[in-house]
T-cell receptor
């Protein structure tokens, strides 16, 4: 079945450091891939998405490229800020049924 | 999280009690989902509904029932709560298309003693 595996945390970085959170997936079809972010006490919000191979999703300085050959969708940001502290979830959706599958989440803390 | 309303936001139950979590939307989306979030486990799908009147089991349906009587509302019922059901529950909406994103409610924190 479909599944998502992402880097375990927690991750602690200094402000302006480079961020990578690894995500790999297993899917029977041609899934869409997503990164969601969860701030403390809130629900998940879509950060970025990519719907086909080689697509790059980007938002708020974050980027991720859909790599079919390595079944990966790693999240990157060149310079993190304290406000980026949150839990990040990699996810995929696939047919039939449009079920979404989530990774276990990676907690990021950025210190000044 | 405008458009997805979950109630209650917090609830404490004793083992064996029953309760219903309510989710209502005003975004006119076809698909609705119930997830639970547990430390180290990420989000796990309990049930989902692709459209009004239809429901399907997700990854962890045991101990839960759902009802989708109309397009706006999707409720999750615990008939006899157990401590293992202590969790944060999220309702989410989707357009029903593979490329569509999910929109999440703010969550309902349930503690079963």
């Amino acid at each position: 079945g479909d599944s998502v595996t992402q880097m375990e945390g927690p991750v602690t970085l200094s402000e302006e450091a480079f961020l990578t959170i690894n995500c790999t997936y297993t899917a029977t079809g041609y899934p869409s891939l997503f990164w969601y972010v969860q701030y403390p006490g809130e629900g998940l919000q879509l950060l970025l998405k990519a719907t086909k191979a080689d697509d790059k999703g980007s938002n708020k300085g974050f980027e991720a490229t859909y790599r079919k050959e390595t079944t990966s969708f790693h999240l990157e940001k060149g310079s993190v800020q304290v406000s980026d502290s949150a839990v990040y979830f990699c996810a995929l959706s696939d047919l039939p049924g449009n079920q979404f599958y989530f990774g276990t989440g990676t907690s990021l803390t950025v210190i000044p | 999280n405008a458009g997805v309303t979950q109630t209650p936001k917090f609830q404490v139950l004793k083992t064996g009690q029953s309760m219903t979590l309510q989710c209502a939307q005003d975004m006119n989306h076809n698909s609705m989902y119930w997830y639970r979030q547990d430390p180290g486990m990420g989000l796990r799908l309990i049930y989902y509904s692709a459209s009004e009147g239809t429901t399907d089991k997700g990854e962890v349906p045991n101990g839960y029932n759902v009802s989708r009587l109309n397009k706006r509302e999707f409720s999750l019922r615990l008939e006899s709560a157990a401590p293992s059901q202590t969790s944060v529950y999220f309702c989410a909406l989707g357009r029903g298309a593979k490329t569509g994103e999910l929109f999440f409610g703010e969550g309902s924190r349930l503690t079963v003693l």
